[in-house]
């Protein structure tokens, strides 16, 4: 493939899929696939209506929870004091902003 400068590129290409071995971008890939988790969750819940609770735990062995709207308040009351609420916090952000 060539861009429009008429150099050659990689395009796009299948990437196999495999377990990270590396334990800092283990973390940061799961970092990252989190957020973009509770996003798409956030969206599914404003388009379609539906009630979406997410729990998540990472390689560190925390545990995340996201839940639209306010769901995260029924999960068990044991996980949830275990669980990192950032993902409601910026979710409802988001909620405003609209």
Request: proline residues 3%.
């Amino acid at each position: 493939m060539e861009n429009s400068n008429g150099t050659k590129t990689l395009g796009r290409r299948k990437i196999a899929m495999r377990k990270i071995e590396n334990k800092s971008s283990l973390q940061v890939a799961f970092t990252k696939r989190r957020g973009g988790l509770f996003r798409k969750a956030t969206e599914l819940s404003i388009l379609c209506g539906a009630e979406v609770a997410i729990l998540v735990q990472s390689p560190a062995q925390k545990l995340y929870a996201f839940g639209h709207p306010a769901l995260i308040y029924r999960i068990d009351p044991i996980s949830r004091h275990r669980c990192d609420d950032g993902g409601y916090k910026a979710a409802m952000k988001m909620e405003k902003r609209r």
